[in-house]
């Protein structure tokens, strides 16, 4: 899902015959830099790295895969070269071995771990109003976390929501969506609970909001409003409030 | 939905999956050819993923119906040895059929004296894995995989239809109901599942008895039926049934087996009385049932009293206890119970 209020920009500075650099904190625009300088047919090539980015690290929000594109985008500029998206993917998932999908415009089911596009959806996101909030806590690393082994039930269930989201993509119906959304949170919080959604889960229709979203490892979540109604919104980032989160945010998405 | 860009490997790729059908503006049919051929090919297949199925390996169990059809099939694509135990029931066309897909067929004459030809089935089934140590018994009463098969109907479902007030099906195993329902509850947790059994049998309560009525209903309990899946069951005659069959035949063109029938009678009454949108399955075709169901004949000598040009009954006699000596077309709610708490409830009550 798009988040327009952040964003990673990285600036690439072309050396012949030299090493990539970045620094120690950047060791992931680095590997994907060099991924990139591989599969442009530039091995020859490094340069310096330098990434800017106003996205809070470690919460879900993909801030790490925001630098990996960024970079890879910015080497295969400085070379006069575009790179699809799944190109984009593969050398995000060797950069940084599990990787959010955030190269891709369009939705896709993708595999984070091997950059695998299990589907793509040739349709945009419907439009709704997003109140998301950090609920602070430990950073999370994506990676150390251990890989989550859904059981068979889970993988049944997860056949039909993966209809149900077909559908509501086609029809551009967000209530769908934001259906589907809240059963996947449901499945997420027996693995990776966020203490706080239970009770977003438990409330948010109440508040006339259509849905739960969360990151699938990180500490942010969301309430899903139906597009400009204020109401819904209004009364979510109460709830969100009181629940103690650090940070609230309010976006549309689907909307130009 | 769109037409795919592949073409399939397989006729259970090709064909396992119904075609989903609007019978009334709430009310849509799931019409299966051969509903069983998508549990037999998952637990086949989810068997040889798990090194239970291998080259040597004999497939073997026990039918009358149309699981060893789908059973058949399976073996007969995946090349696998499969030998199936039935009864008399199975002879005929069916008989043909499975032995011209390369399975091994066994009928047991003599029903055992305690437990009649189920017990006296299963009995040469034990004898088989005996005979053969390399075997895989699928078992679709007992193993998950049946069940979880229907995931891919689920989702299905949920992409063509969308949000499911009430999911209608006969139950067997309960394997169709459950791992639709479940899967489908993921979504729509609203979803009520209406169960569809015949009298004497003992899935939903009632004792087990003679029934004309087959496909549906069984005499055992199996483990894969899940009583608390159900929010109302209802018992079907096979009068009531038989005219439902020929009606959807009738009406809409829809040449279906006798369960279809059962569920398709409900699944009307559901969608002229309650609000929302009813899915309703239907497990399989009717060439099967030529000599039978359509045929007036027979089926003047089975039920002398069916007049097939008369209206359908549109609504069931509802009770609120497990009919014991039931007839005809009843529905009791169940409200997501175990068989365990309606009995008590019932006996609390009384
Ligand atoms: C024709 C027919 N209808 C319905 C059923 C019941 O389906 P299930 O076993 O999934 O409950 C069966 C099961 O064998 C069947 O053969």
């Known amino acids: 899902m798009p988040f327009p209020l952040f964003a990673s920009t990285a600036c690439f500075t072309p050396v012949q015959d030299a090493d990539v650099e970045g620094g120690p904190l950047l060791w992931k625009a680095v590997r994907s830099a060099e991924e990139t300088l591989l599969r442009i047919g530039a091995p020859d090539w490094g340069g310096t790295v330098e990434v800017h980015s106003t996205i809070p690290r470690g919460r879900g929000l993909g801030s790490s895969t925001a630098d990996v594109v960024a970079t890879a985008r910015a080497v295969a500029h400085a070379f006069g070269r575009r790179l699809s998206p799944q190109e984009i993917g593969e050398i995000a998932v060797a950069a940084e071995a599990a990787s959010d999908s955030l190269m891709f415009d369009l939705p896709v089911l993708f595999a984070q771990r091997e950059a695998l596009t299990l589907e793509a959806f040739p349709h945009s996101l419907p439009p709704f109003t997003l109140i998301g909030a950090d609920f602070g806590g430990s950073d999370v690393d994506t990676l150390a976390a251990p890989q989550i082994r859904y059981d068979a039930r889970e993988r049944a269930d997860f056949r039909a929501l993966r209809g149900a989201l077909r559908r509501a993509l086609h029809l551009g119906d967000s209530s769908l969506l934001a259906r589907v959304s809240t059963a996947s949170t449901v499945i997420n919080q027996r693995y990776r609970p966020i203490a706080q959604v239970d009770a977003l889960l438990a409330e948010h229709a109440s508040w006339g909001a259509m849905g739960i979203q969360v990151a699938h490892s990180g500490t942010v979540a969301g309430v899903i409003c139906p597009l400009g109604d204020m109401d819904a919104a209004k009364r979510a980032a109460a709830r969100l409030e009181s629940l103690g989160a650090m940070e609230i945010w309010r976006f549309d998405v689907g909307v130009c | ?350």
């Open chain 2, 1 to 350: 939905m769109s037409v795919s860009v592949e073409v399939a490997s397989d006729v259970v790729e090709a064909a396992c999956l119904p075609r989903l059908i609007r019978l009334a503006p709430n009310l849509v049919g799931a019409a299966f050819d051969v509903m069983k051929m998508l549990p037999a090919a998952h637990m086949v297949d989810e068997a040889i993923r798990e090194g239970r199925i291998g080259p040597g390996t004999t497939v073997i169990d026990t039918t009358s119906g149309t699981f060893g059809l789908g059973l058949a099939m399976v073996c007969a694509l995946r090349g696998l040895r499969l030998h199936l135990v039935s009864d008399p029931a199975v002879e005929g066309f069916l008989a043909q059929r499975l032995m011209d897909l390369g399975a091994e067929l066994t009928v047991v004459r003599e029903p055992a004296a305690d437990g009649g030809f189920q017990a006296a089935r299963l009995a040469v089934v034990e004898q088989l894995c005996a005979r053969y140590p390399d075997h895989f018994v699928p078992s679709q009463y007992g193993n998950v995989n049946n069940p979880l098969a229907y995931a891919a109907v689920a989702e299905q479902i949920a992409q063509v239809v969308g949000d499911v007030a009430y999911l209608v099906g006969p139950v067997g195993s309960g394997g169709s109901m459950c791992g639709t329902a479940r899967a489908l509850r993921s979504v729509f947790p609203s979803l009520r599942a209406v169960g569809v059994d015949t009298h004497h049998s003992r899935l939903f309560g009632q004792q087990d008895g003679p029934r004309l009525l087959r496909g549906l209903g069984n005499s055992l309990l199996p483990s894969n039926l899940d009583h608390t899946v159900f929010d109302e069951v209802h018992w079907v005659d096979a009068s009531p049934a038989y005219a439902a069959t020929r009606a959807l035949h009738r009406q809409h063109a829809l040449y279906m087996g006798p369960t279809s029938g059962a569920a398709y009678l409900v699944a009307k009454h559901l969608a002229r009385r309650r609000e929302g949108t009813v899915v309703t399955l239907l497990p399989d075709a009717g060439h099967r049932y030529e000599a039978t169901v359509y045929d007036n004949t027979w089926l003047a000598g089975v039920c002398p009293d069916l007049r097939l040009d008369d209206r359908l009954p549109t609504d069931p006699e509802m009770v609120t206890a497990v009919p014991m000596r039931g007839e005809g077309w009843q529905a009791m709610a169940w409200e997501r119970r175990s068989l365990h708490d309606v009995l008590a409830d019932q006996d609390g009550k009384s």
